[in-house]
């Protein structure tokens, strides 16, 4: 009789949710090849956006910005003043984001984003805006909304030009100040979060990695490696690796996408960030009920399970998950989370492994290529930290030696916002 792991495992393998059908090796060569697709202006599942956002410089004394931090989950506004070099965070209100919840219109959206950040403007008429979803930036550092991702909803989004819609409705507001705006997504945020506190020093290349809601990466690329535009000067150049598509996807995956806000889109992110991993495991929970693996408890589960649910039901809390499992079904449950967050630190090492050999980074173990990683999923989850670090020494140290290091630091994208905006 076979055992639970095998049984387990030959379920997974049978509907393409196991780790060990992916291939970290191939799918680093085809990371590497869309960005050099997207950089080149080619069709590309990654988009390569450049920022016009540069990581040189120092930043003026005493000069308030208003930091806004537009996350999947929740909207954060501060005030942020470098002295010496050193970023002071003062005045950090915390807010839900609109159209996390409920549905809003674009106008409600702008309207809402434009109350909250009213009162600062008595202080400051410089913004760093981190926007966390997909924006085409343009050369004055405003840019375009292209799509809205982590299930926030708002409609007739898609297209707007975000610091023209904020500032217009500041005005309306009584807010007369001629401001300076720039944004930036999340993770070049966090690059400059840690320029900002000045963690980088002694790295070979740069690179800004979230996972939390959502996932993507972003990385310092040379200007001439940029065919895409005309003279282009060193800047953050943004992946948006989330929209990567050319992963092996099970069941599971595609059972997640057709239930998302955005089926066919952002098909990487939905295999392991925060807001979707959760409802990956849930389906693969209701084909192992299907299959007989696990009860007939769980052949429906409304709402999905969340992954901070999952994690506290493998540090054995009785929650709503344990409470669902008779017999097997505890060994079974935790063989599928354990092997599903297997899955994700490989898709995590190739994007990063591709990083760090496109930009020739990190030959020298003194001076590693420099993460900046930021989100829950990275740093709350029981069991992906360390098994993403399990694959980056025996792939990326032990096969292509190559060394990376992952940093972190607090409020990196409020700081990186705030340099964003004194620097460029």
Do not use: W
């Amino acid at each position: 009789m076979k055992g639970i792991k095998s049984e387990t495992g030959e379920f997974l393998r049978d509907i393409l949710m196991h780790p060990d059908l992916t291939d970290i090796q191939m799918l680093t060569e085809q990371f590497m090849s869309e960005m050099e697709r997207g950089l080149r202006g080619e069709a590309s599942s990654l988009k390569m956006i450049p920022t016009y956002i540069s990581a040189d410089g120092a930043p003026p004394d005493d000069v308030p910005v208003i930091a806004i931090d537009a996350g999947g989950t929740n909207l954060r506004i501060a005030l942020v003043v470098f002295l010496n070099g050193v970023p002071v965070i003062s005045r950090v209100e915390k807010y839900e984001m609109p159209g996390s919840r409920t549905e809003v219109s674009s106008d409600e959206f702008f309207d809402e984003l434009a109350e909250k950040i009213l009162p600062f403007t008595e202080k400051s008429e410089i913004i760093g805006f981190c926007f966390s979803y997909p924006a085409e930036i343009f050369p004055n550092r405003d840019g375009k909304i292209l799509c809205l991702t982590k299930e926030v909803c708002v409609t007739n989004a898609e297209g707007l030009v975000i610091g023209y819609e904020l500032l217009k409705k500041l005005h309306d507001k009584g807010a007369e100040k001629n401001f300076k705006f720039t944004l930036l997504n999340d993770t070049a945020a966090s690059l400059m979060g840690g320029v900002a506190v000045k963690k980088h020093d002694g790295c070979d290349g740069l690179a800004g990695l979230i996972l939390g809601t959502g996932n993507n990466t972003c990385y310092v690329e040379k200007g001439e490696k940029i065919l895409k535009l005309n003279g282009a000067q060193d800047m953050i150049i943004n992946c948006e690796s989330g929209n990567f598509s050319k992963a092996l996807r099970g069941v599971s995956d595609e059972m997640t996408d057709e239930s998302s806000e955005n089926p066919g889109e952002y098909l990487f992110e939905k295999m392991l960030s925060g807001v979707y991993h959760g409802k990956v495991i849930t389906n693969t929970a209701v084909l192992a009920s299907r299959k007989g693996l696990l009860s007939k408890g769980f052949e429906e589960i409304d709402p999905p399970f969340t992954t901070p649910e999952l994690d506290d039901f493998l540090r054995g809390k009785n929650n709503r998950v344990l409470q669902m499992c008779s017999g097997n079904d505890p060994e079974v449950l935790r063989e599928i989370i354990d092997l599903s967050f297997e899955r994700a630190a490989k898709l995590v090492c190739a994007n990063v492994a591709a990083l760090c050999l496109h930009c020739g980074a990190g030959k020298n173990s003194k001076h590693p290529f420099c993460v900046f990683a930021e989100g829950s999923a990275f740093y709350n989850s029981l069991l992906f930290s360390e098994k993403l670090q399990k694959y980056v020494k025996s792939y990326i140290e032990d096969r292509l030696s190559r060394f990376v290091i992952f940093k972190r630091a607090e409020n990196l994208t409020l700081t990186g916002a705030a340099l964003s905006a004194l620097l460029n």
